[in-house]
């Protein structure tokens, strides 16, 4: 059978609220899979929910009273919330990492899930330490230390989300090439989800830690907010949020870094005949998108023909599309550039005017390429003269004309 595509995602991780938690899951039936050794073990029943200690000098009446009613309450979603992601990292294992290593090499299973392990071992261990604190339950119950703890080791996550969906993609051609891993992946079925088949279910799985950050961030704003300033937690909440967003940004950029240097590798994998070494320090790609290259002849006639153009950190190349790869045709190095302009209509208004063009300073042939539309046009001349100007040809000009 066929296994139906996975398409993978790359959300940001945001600093608002996630539409919805990934759906607690629980033991599949199938005991062909366990989870290893090392692993922690799943609880398999949630502990009683925190009870409001005392509060007699406290009215709940009044504002402060109010607050740590509220406050007990943002507490169980934060334990409650934890608790299952924890289980569905383990389950995660159960059902995907482990059975996977009868059908991938060494090589796979590491671009895959590499990163996992640790991700799982961190919150199992702040899980464990947030239960614990939650017990016996208090009005002067605090919670910054521990989430400052964690946000230590945030940065851990880094290794699995540079990489989700390159391996959510991974996963799914390696399951559609291989009938024995998908004939035990259909054998595995969980009590709560029986139609759900598990490989539909890896995207779930995949997008957890992607997700969980943001979460946090989102939990301890609610608790922040209703914490009263007579609270042990309210000097403390304030630097463990400031941390974790820190921590959120710096995966951010992490994640994107990743993501470029994945689109220019991907690119040197399909480009041909280019007259250099093309992957380079520091060198990144900006835009990308196919235009028709207007330009006359030797022999003064004018033509047109599509090409497909690519805006580097350091150059702008044109190709022409062949099935699959990239035929490079030209390059010009940005610190040539003069100025990048709309073109004014000259022969036919309704088509000149969707055109750009790039003029040298070495005095080569000024480029002329023709959009579909006004706003591909100013995208275009936009993301070339600020990657001109970043570049560090501080005498770049930006023109528009009509």
Known sequence: ATRPSIAPTVPHIPSTRSPSEPPPLTTPNSTSASPPASSPARSSSTPPAPKLGDTASHNPDDGDGQ?????????????????????????????????????LNGAQMYE???????????????????????????????VA?????????LNKYSDFINKYPSALALYGELIDGNPRYQAHLAAISLPKLPAVPIPLLAGHFFIMPVQRVPRYILLLSD??????????????????????????????????RAEESAKLNQLANKLRDYPAMFLKPGRKMIYEGSVIHRFVTSRGKNKSEYVYLFLLSDEVV???????NFMFQSKFPLNDLESVAHSPADDDPK????????????????????????????????????ATSESGNKDNSYRATT
């Open 351 to 386: 088509r000149d005017k969707y055109l750009f063009q790039i003029l040298f300073k070495s005095g080569a042939e000024t480029l002329c390429f023709l959009c579909n539309t006004p706003e591909e046009r100013d995208r275009w001349v936009f993301k070339i003269s600020k």
């Open 318 to 324: 044109t190709t022409t599309q062949q099935r699959r």
């Open 67 to 103: 607050n740590y009613v509220k406050r007990e309450h943002i507490g169980r979603e934060i334990l409650a919330t934890e608790q299952s992601y924890v289980n569905s990292l383990l389950l995660m294992f159960e059902v995907l990492v482990e059975p996977s290593r009868r059908f």
């Open 145 to 153: 230390d521990l989430f400052l703890t964690l946000s230590a080791n």
């Open 112 to 142: 895959i899930f590499s990163g996992l392990a640790a991700i799982r071992d961190i919150n199992a261990d702040f899980l464990a330490k947030l239960e614990k604190r939650m017990e016996n339950w208090s009005w002067q119950t605090s």
């Open 223 to 256: 608790l922040l907010s209703s914490t009263p300033k007579d609270h042990p937690d309210f000097e403390g909440l304030p630097g463990a949020l400031s941390r974790l967003k820190m921590e959120a940004h710096s995966i951010n950029e992490s994640r994107a």
